[in-house]
């Protein structure tokens, strides 16, 4: 067995935080898939203008339509959906032997609408409408207003990854949306066995943005802490999960609802002085997801470390590590709000970097 594996022992699935036509194109999406046991692909706005930035494998496309006089939104989008249908059929198999609950593909409506609720519902309609794969789930930042998009997508049948969460006061407000979103949904005749939904939860940026601030107090207390946060943030998050999605709660959903699971996001480290694979091997549970690079991926093949769960009973040393960081001045509701807004203007660079580009090529 190899680590991958391990962590799907311990309940973890393991998804590859990348998509290019290079990769579907040249078989190794389908390579690794197969030797390095990934069960499911994560997109957003940077890797696709990583990946239509680079080769020629978009060239016929483009050409296409550039012919049909293809606005630079439409053709994002057109090659976008193109890529997303080609990865959610190759891991067909996967979503129908785990029952719907792997061999997802995820997509990203525009990251220019997250605080517009209309736009980002009609996007998320019209994407799920465009693949037409029911293995696709569409990707809706997390940010308050786009949480009505979130129930409203969900009422419609559609299946939603949740991004961009850094807090577990907004993973509370991102559960509550997946409830009623799935009652609704209920009520309105839809199947509610086959709606899936992941909460992703960003690591690696908090550690990221409580590391500099840590450094610059500069006491030994202080830097001591460096590296924890990420940890037991997510371990908070799970803690909660756990208690909104546990057998005393089952009551407050329809029958045959899925338990939205926590997905770990932003898990490649940043800092080179930390073990590549922390945020795998101390984040491995019960109905997790894990998406990472393909870096990270090859890391814990290689490097191993993963000791079943790492989750359960994490709780109450978790809030002592917070509750460490506040006593040395550490204000965590402002680094919540630093990454939220950093978290939505990164993307929306990376989507404007790819229009500029993509009108530049259509010209």
């Not at 989008?77 to 997802?104: I, P």
């Not at 525009?110 to 693949?131: C, G, H, N, S």
């Not at 209920?186 to 909460?199: E, L, P, Q, T, Y």
Request: charged share 25%; aromatic share 6%; with cysteine.
């Amino acid at each position: 067995m190899t680590a991958i594996d391990d962590l799907y022992q311990a309940g973890t699935s393991t998804w590859l935080d990348d998509l290019s036509r290079e990769r579907i194109a040249t078989g190794n999406l389908a390579e690794v898939k197969d030797a390095k046991s990934i069960v499911g692909v994560t997109t957003n706005p940077a890797i696709f203008a990583a990946a239509m930035g680079s080769g020629n494998h978009y060239d016929e496309q483009l050409a296409e339509l550039k012919q049909a006089g293809t606005t630079a939104d439409a053709a994002v989008y057109a090659m976008s959906v193109k890529d997303v249908q080609d990865a959610c059929d190759l891991f067909r198999d996967t979503y129908e032997a785990t029952g719907g609950k792997d061999g997802r593909v995820s997509i990203e409506v525009d990251p220019r609408f997250a605080a517009d609720e209309q736009k980002t519902i009609a996007q998320a309609r019209e994407l799920w409408q465009l693949v037409d794969r029911d293995n696709l789930m569409i990707k809706i930042p997390a940010p308050d207003e786009s949480l009505p998009a979130v129930t409203a997508a969900l009422a419609e049948g559609i299946s939603v990854n949740v991004t961009l969460i850094f807090s577990v006061e907004r993973y509370q407000q991102v559960i509550d949306a997946y409830k009623d979103g799935i009652r609704k949904a209920a009520a309105n005749g839809h199947d509610v066995s086959r709606i899936h939904s992941v909460a992703s939860f960003f690591v690696s940026r908090m550690d990221t943005e409580v590391d500099k601030r840590l450094e610059a107090i500069g006491t030994n207390e202080a830097l001591a802490l460096r590296g924890k946060a990420g940890i037991a943030n997510a371990r908070l998050a799970y803690a909660l999960f756990e208690r909104e999605f546990g057998e005393a709660d089952v009551d407050t959903l329809p029958a045959n609802a899925n338990a939205q699971r926590p997905l770990w996001a932003s898990t490649g480290v940043k800092n080179p002085d930390y073990p590549a694979t922390m945020y795998v091997t101390e984040l491995a549970g019960p109905q997790t997801v894990n998406t990472m690079p393909e870096k990270t991926l090859d890391a814990v093949l290689r490097d191993g470390g993963v000791h079943g769960d790492a989750l359960t009973g994490t709780e109450a040393v978790s809030r002592e590590t917070f509750a460490a960081l506040r006593s040395v001045g550490i204000d965590l509701d402002d680094v919540v709000a630093v990454l939220e807004r950093e978290g939505v203007e990164k993307f929306v660079d990376a989507w404007q970097e790819l229009l500029d580009s993509m009108t530049a090529r259509l010209a």
